[in-house]
Structure formats: structure tokens, C-alpha cells
T-cell receptor, first 111, second 118 residues
Framework: TQLLEQSPQFLSIQEGENLTVYCNSS?????LQWYRQEPGEGPVLLVT?????EVKKLKRLTFQFGDARKDSSLHITAAQPGDTGLYLC???????????FGGGTRLMVKP | DTGVSQDPRHKITKRGQNVTFRCDPI?????LYWYRQTLGQGPEFLTY????????KSRLLSDRFSAERPKGSFSTLEIQRTEQGDSAMYLC????????????????FGSGTRLTVV
């Protein structure tokens, strides 16, 4: 079982602020996925990172995969209330057997 | 295709009753997964199917839980003799695997069934 630690667990910020959340493990991953989950809904895939050191941008969201493929970060620029939700990371599994999620970072962006 | 559908969205039941949830995956997806999520936690894997075959079960899936996918399309998850600790969101997801290789576009989740055992 791969142990994933996400930090911080909770984050409450004002609209317009920047933030970074982290996903760390002692295991090496072939890829890693980030999901966002809004209250009362299922997680929605944001991005998959595959190559060590890879950086992917999705509008105001920047995802980075660590060089050693053991960790990842998500940076949000100029956060908006619509960014509020639970951000989850999970290592990709080429065999597609299952996802093992971290505990998530619960983000609240106040207007 | 409207994505992954789960029914019901909410279920309140008395302790000791049996409940059954249904999941309709994306039609061309051959893999189907069940997860459980309690408040403030990430989803935890319960079981998954490739077509109609149940390939893996978590130790979280006690003998009161049973899942089926009889025709390789929709799936049901039944909980017998419910306990208050079963209260959670039950999520279903589907994905596509071709010749044993998972197309790593991610998993598509349904909106979940929120179970409350009183």
C-alpha cells in the first residue's frame, strides 16, 4: 500500500491570494493524478503528470511532478471562490487496478 | 453518454436494514470501481470489476458487503444488516482498459450515494 500525505489538510484564504498544496510519498510513482471534489459530488480529474520534473498548467492551476517522481505540488494563482473544494492526489497505475487517494486538502476561498 | 450515474443519491436507513445501490458506468468502459468516503477523508477502495469479473476486494469489504456486475454493464453494491459505521458516501467510478493496459486518462466518478444509518 502506498502512503500518500497531503498538506495542508485545510486551507482557508481570501479571493485573489495564491496557494500551494502538496502531495508526498516515499514511493516512486509511474504517474500521479490530481482530482478536485466539490461537496456532494464525486472527484473530477484535473491532470495526470507522468515525467519527473514535469510541469502542467491548467488556467490558473500549475501542477508539478517531482524529479524523483515521489511528490507533486499544485499551485493556484489568484484563487477564486469557485476553486473551493477537496483536492485529492492519487498515484496512477498503468494496470488500472485501483486508485489510492491521499487524505486531501480542503480548500475554502472566501469572497 | 451522460457519464457515470449512481442511484439513489441519498439513502437513510435504520440500523439492521439491507440497502442496495446501483451504478451505471460509461457504456464503453470495461472497468468499474466502488469506493467509500467518510467525511473529511479521501475515498477508500472497496472493489473493482473488469467486465463481469470481480478482480479485487479490499479488506474493508466485510462479509456484509457484496457487489455484482452480472452482465458487465451496471453494478450493484449491497450492504446487509447495516451499522452506523457504514454511514458514508459510496462512490462508483469507471475506466477503460485495453489488452490489459489501462488507458491512463483517469477514472470517471459518479456523484455518489450518501448513506446515513440511523
Amino acid at each position: 500500500t502506498q502512503l500518500l500525505e497531503q498538506s495542508p489538510q485545510f486551507l482557508s484564504i481570501q479571493e485573489g491570494e495564491n496557494l500551494t498544496v502538496y502531495c508526498n510519498s516515499s514511493s516512486v510513482f509511474s504517474s500521479l493524478q490530481w482530482y478536485r471534489q466539490e461537496p456532494g459530488e464525486g472527484p473530477v480529474l484535473l491532470v495526470t503528470v507522468v515525467t519527473g520534473g514535469e510541469v502542467k498548467k491548467l488556467k490558473r492551476l500549475t501542477f508539478q511532478f517531482g524529479d524523483a517522481r515521489k511528490d507533486s505540488s499544485l499551485h493556484i494563482t489568484a484563487a477564486q471562490p469557485g476553486d473551493t473544494g477537496l483536492y485529492l492526489c492519487a498515484p496512477g497505475d498503468n494496470a488500472g487496478n485501483m486508485l489510492t487517494f491521499g487524505g486531501g486538502t480542503r480548500l475554502m476561498v472566501k469572497p | 453518454d451522460t457519464g457515470v450515474s449512481q442511484d439513489p443519491r441519498h439513502k437513510i436507513t435504520k440500523r439492521g436494514q439491507n440497502v442496495t445501490f446501483r451504478c451505471d458506468p460509461i457504456s464503453e468502459h470495461n472497468r468499474l470501481y466502488w469506493y467509500r468516503q467518510t467525511l473529511g477523508q479521501g475515498p477508500e477502495f472497496l472493489t473493482y470489476f473488469q467486465n463481469e469479473a470481480q478482480l479485487e476486494k479490499s479488506r474493508l469489504l466485510s462479509d456484509r458487503f457484496s457487489a455484482e456486475r452480472p452482465k458487465g454493464s451496471f453494478s450493484t453494491l449491497e450492504i446487509q444488516r447495516t451499522e452506523q459505521g457504514d454511514s458514508a458516501m459510496y462512490l462508483c467510478a469507471s475506466s477503460l482498459s485495453v489488452r490489459g493496459v489501462h488507458l491512463n486518462y483517469g477514472y470517471t466518478f459518479g456523484s455518489g450515494t450518501r448513506l446515513t444509518v440511523v
